[in-house]
């Protein structure tokens, strides 16, 4: 009797550290291992979606930071990275600004940055709020949950395993993560979903674009960002055509037929998109590494309506853009607000962030 | 009550902080007297002490430690601030991220990372006398460079072959140190004789390194080696059957301790005809060893394979389904897989597996090509369909 009472005790001591566990969202509290801080998104209730491309893995973040943004504001940081290179006691040169995400319920910019160029670089996450004033996210003690990549490079048996999954871009939707990524051997197209709060399901699927000339298909072309919009994923691929695909077809195992509705043209690396709604009319606005901003118009019978681009392309084909000129050098982009967006410039090695009226 | 951190007179004295740390203890580096002793006070000094994952400013010799005892944190910050040194005078940068505390006596100060030997450190005291006659120095410390690993090279280019496909999807650059992230596609060039080829390369921000980044994957962009794509109709591919060219790499190129690379490395190479086709595994010879010897099984490919993947997705097992441990090597420009067991092969049945992931060069793997089939046609490469492996049996005798 008195040993059945000890091993009570004993169990009920196992429990307490669960008490901490979030049983809505799977979070538990300590300090996430992050070993590199990649690609930002923003699930519901604050929570910072962030890809980690060395550990294969997604980190969602509790940042405690759900207070409705009172009024809009014109967020406005120059030298943003020396700024934060100085806060972290380290050089602009030797600090990297790897992706920037706006807090929808707050309106707070954060910014995952690397400190160092090396392997042992560190990451870490600051905060900007509406001052600009610059902050950063302490990650210990914090509410969080992990998800690994199910064909995470493990270590090979017996020997070191080099295969990495770079993550280029990740979104939250409809309860799940969407994660683009490509590897450094293999070249594959595959998008990875996730339940979101994660319960270790991962779906893959393939998805293939159409060639214009000759009337190729391809299957393998990785996407290296992505929005979503009216129950579709809108992709660019690394090989500059800008897709149409239907969430209901993004099913684990299979292939799907993306619609090629845009094609960028040469000499031009898709970077970063939103979507936005400016009176009736919705837009994409797609920052790239040859011209200034794109715009595009965008709605949902015009994407159904465009003819897929599965013959010779001409410049005409696919839905039809305008080039923001005066918005040089963007190297990311996100919603602020319903009116305004916040930008990464970047330009001979200063980067600034900037707010703009949506165009 | 607390006066500012004065900025009238700004004496600059550089500590330079040798030696690397080892193990967990604390350690004084430097230390600067920045207050003559007076009469009724003490001399107050700053040090940078380090362990071997922090750097902490500890300020001594402060008067009035009961009151500062009370402080709290934040208040302490307004005696003691520190800064990166701008290197333009004029720009006044954010204070170093960090904790504050005042124990036994002492200001302390611990950064939130170890210092960086790539910039120096002001510091700055607000006259603890609340005198504003009693005007101290800023200090500025800096860490010596540690020393310095002999410079990194490129060790390896892959495919090894000097002559490759004109749709070749990608290079592998092999160093024989860790490199630094961020500056890749600055430093490689694709060139034909003195002329340069603009933007052959997929520029990627999340850059394509292994692990230790000691091997960078450099993807020719597919909007260019692709057929019918909006990039390729305009300027057509980046390297063209015939053709001489020239893969070079900057010895501007930083290895992780920001060192740049020993030499310009050239890899020369000629470009022949596209390949659209698969690995065919009907045409590849086996060579198989014999019993209790530890010689190699070879697998003799059609075409030139993927190095990486060579050396990761072909897998030898014994007859019970046990992987047989033992070194691959590849040979004849990654036409040849040769694998020695580490123990000698019984008489018995083996296989190599292989995952149908594999490429060729061109990025044609044994599942599908490339570019696959029209759209009229039947799909005869369904990934769905396709088996993930390929199985190569082979008989010890």
């Known amino acids: 009797m008195l040993r059945r009472k000890f091993s009570w005790a004993l169990s009920l001591g196992l429990l307490i550290p669960c008490a901490n566990l979030n049983a809505d969202t799977g979070m538990k509290e300590g300090t996430p291992d992050i070993k590199h801080a990649g690609a930002l998104a923003f699930a519901p209730l604050g929570v910072l979606l962030v890809g980690d491309s060395v550990s294969a893995s997604i980190f969602a973040i509790d940042t405690g930071d759900a207070q409705a943004a009172t009024n809009a504001a014109s967020v406005s940081i120059e030298k943003v990275n020396e700024k934060i290179a100085a806060m972290i006691g380290s050089s602009a040169e030797e600090t990297s600004i790897n992706d920037m995400a706006v807090n929808p319920l707050s309106g707070n910019i954060y910014l995952s940055v690397s400190r160092g160029r090396g392997p042992s670089a560190a990451p870490v996450i600051f905060k900007a709020d509406a001052q600009g004033a610059l902050s950063e996210l302490s990650l210990k003690k914090v509410k969080f949950s992990k998800a690994v990549f199910a064909n995470a490079p493990e270590s090979k048996e017996g020997a070191r395993n080099p295969r990495m999954s770079a993550i280029t871009d990740i979104q939250f939707m409809d309860g799940k993560v969407v994660i683009a990524g490509l590897s450094n051997e293999e070249f594959a197209s595959k998008l990875r979903l996730m339940n979101y709060p994660f319960d270790g399901s991962e779906q893959s699927t393939s998805v293939e674009v159409y060639h214009g000339a000759h009337g190729k298909l391809e299957t393998a072309s990785p996407v290296r960002t992505f929005v979503t919009y009216e129950n579709s994923v809108l992709a660019a691929y690394t090989c500059t055509p800008l897709v149409n695909i239907p969430i209901s077809d993004l099913k684990p195992g299979t292939k799907t037929q993306g619609k090629t509705i845009a094609e960028l043209g040469n000499m031009n690396q898709p970077l970063d998109m939103i979507v936005y709604k400016k009176g009736d009319q919705d837009y994409l606005l797609m920052a790239n590494s040859a011209r200034g901003v794109m715009k595009l118009k965008l709605s949902k019978t015009d994407i159904e309506g465009t003819k897929a681009i599965t013959s010779r392309i001409a410049d005409t084909a696919g839905l039809p853009y305008e080039t923001v000129k005066d918005l040089k050098g963007v190297v990311q982009l996100d919603k602020l607000n319903a009116k305004q967006a916040v930008l990464l410039v970047s330009n001979e090695g200063r980067q600034d962030i900037r707010t703009i009226d949506l165009p | ?397």
């Open chain 2, 1 to 397: 009550m607390l006066s500012p951190p004065p900025i009238a007179l700004v004496v600059l004295l550089s500590v330079l902080i040798g030696g690397n740390l080892r193990g967990q203890e604390e350690r004084t580096l430097a230390k600067v007297s920045v207050q003559s002793q007076r009469a009724g006070t003490s001399a107050i000094s700053v040090e940078l002490r380090e362990t071997s994952n922090a750097s902490i400013f500890a300020v001594l010799g402060l008067p009035n430690a009961d009151r500062l005892r009370t402080l709290d944190a934040d208040q302490l910050s307004k005696l003691l601030t520190i800064r990166v040194q701008p290197r333009q005078g004029d720009v006044v940068l954010p204070t170093l991220l960090g904790t504050y505390s005042f124990v036994d006596g002492e200001l302390l100060f611990q950064s939130r990372f170890p210092l960086s030997e790539s910039v120096r450190y002001q510091v700055e005291l607000a006259s603890p006398l609340d005198d504003p006659k009693q005007i101290l120095p800023s200090l500025l410390f800096s860490t010596h460079p540690k020393p310095k690993l002999p410079a990194a090279s490129v060790s390896a280019v892959y495919p090894s072959s000097d002559v490759l496909p004109e749709n070749l999807l990608k290079f592998y650059v092999h160093f024989t140190a860790p490199m630094s992230r961020g500056e890749a596609y600055q430093r490689i060039h694709l060139m034909q004789g003195s002329r340069e080829i603009k933007s052959p390369f997929l520029e990627l921000g999340e850059e394509l390194w292994d692990i230790e980044q000691t091997r960078f994957t450099l993807l020719v962009h597919p909007g260019l080696v692709k057929r019918g794509i909006k990039p390729r109709e305009d300027t057509g591919p980046p390297m063209s059957s015939g053709n001489e060219y020239l893969l070079q790499i900057d010895s501007d190129w930083r290895s992780a301790d920001r060192q740049t690379l020993a030499a310009t490395f050239v890899k020369k190479f000629r470009v022949a005809d596209a390949d659209y086709q698969q690995p065919n595994p009907t045409m590849w010879k086996i060579g198989t060893p014999k019993a209790n010897t530890t010689d190699p099984v070879t697998l003799t490919f059609d075409e030139s394979l993927d190095h990486a993947m060579l050396n990761r997705v072909l897998v030898v097992r014994g007859p019970s389904g046990d992987r047989v441990e033992g070194d691959a090597t590849l040979e004849q420009h990654e036409t040849r897989w040769s694998f020695k067991p580490d123990k000698p092969w019984k008489s018995d049945g083996y296989r190599v597996e292989i995952a149908t992931n594999l490429e060729d060069v061109a990025g044609n793997s044994l599942a599908r090509p490339f570019e696959t089939k029209r759209v009229d046609e039947p799909d005869k490469s369904d990934e769905a369909k396709v088996a993930s492996q390929m199985v190569v049996e082979f008989l010890v005798q």
